[in-house]
């Protein structure tokens, strides 16, 4: 594909840059450490890579024939990233009462996807920039899918990365609830865009 480069630096980009998946990933970093919180990792990363997927070979257009769908699924998606966010807000307190409590694992990251309204738009955004109608249509999807899959692992990595250095930096239980707090702000602040996206189509 012609655009393999412009979709390796659409990749790095919207992989990098701070969202649901990002924060989920870098607050299990700080609470659980690197090894626990790989599953989540590779949750996400192979949830994105198969979401991407079913977008190009026609999930789409079923939303652009049944757009009441996509509208239930947004509404769904929101109130699942608000009630993540009050999840993490929580985070520190639950670990110190309960030193067993484990992080997301694959099939939740995996899962998070469908409701997670970053991922829709850099899905689509994907499938709609870098191809073009033709024979090699589904090649072009693979091929967009498996960039991401690549590049996603190392991308939400240095976050998963960061959470956990910010660890030693964090010591008391007092700083990791402060530390949850503000990641849960930032969650519930990425969704308002959808939020507002929601209540302009059900009052239009």
């Known amino acids: 594909m012609e655009y ?3 979709t390796i630096l659409f990749a790095i980009a919207s992989s990098v840059t701070p969202g649901p998946n990002n924060i989920m990933v870098m607050t299990s970093g ?3 450490g690197v090894k626990k919180s790989l599953p989540l990792l590779t949750g996400i990363c192979v949830g994105f890579t198969v979401m991407l997927l079913l977008v190009g070979l026609g ?3 079923l939303f652009d024939r049944f757009p009441l769908l996509h509208v239930v699924i947004k509404c769904v998606g929101t109130a699942y990233l608000l009630y993540l966010a009050v999840l993490i807000a929580r985070a520190s307190n639950t670990i110190q009462t309960a030193p067993q409590t484990q992080p997301f ?3 939740k990251g995996a899962l998070f996807q469908w409701v997670n309204a970053k991922a829709w738009v850099v899905a689509t955004g994907a499938i709609a920039a870098f191809t073009t109608v033709g024979a090699n249509f589904v090649t072009q999807n693979l091929m967009i899918a ?7 692992f190392p991308c939400v990595g240095v976050w998963l990365l960061f959470g956990s250095l910010l660890k030693k930096w964090l010591q008391s239980p007092k700083q990791r609830q402060w530390f949850n ?14 939020v507002r996206e929601i209540v302009n189509q059900l009052t239009a």
Request: hydrophobic share 75%; glycine share 6%; net charge neutral.
């Open 4 to 6: 393999v480069w412009a």
């Open 30 to 32: 700080l609470n659980f």
């Open 59 to 61: 999930f789409g257009q």
């Open 105 to 107: 694992g694959f099939l």
């Open 146 to 152: 498996a960039t991401f899959f690549v590049v996603s």
């Open 181 to 194: 707090w503000v990641m849960a702000a930032l969650l519930v602040v990425s969704v308002m865009p959808v």
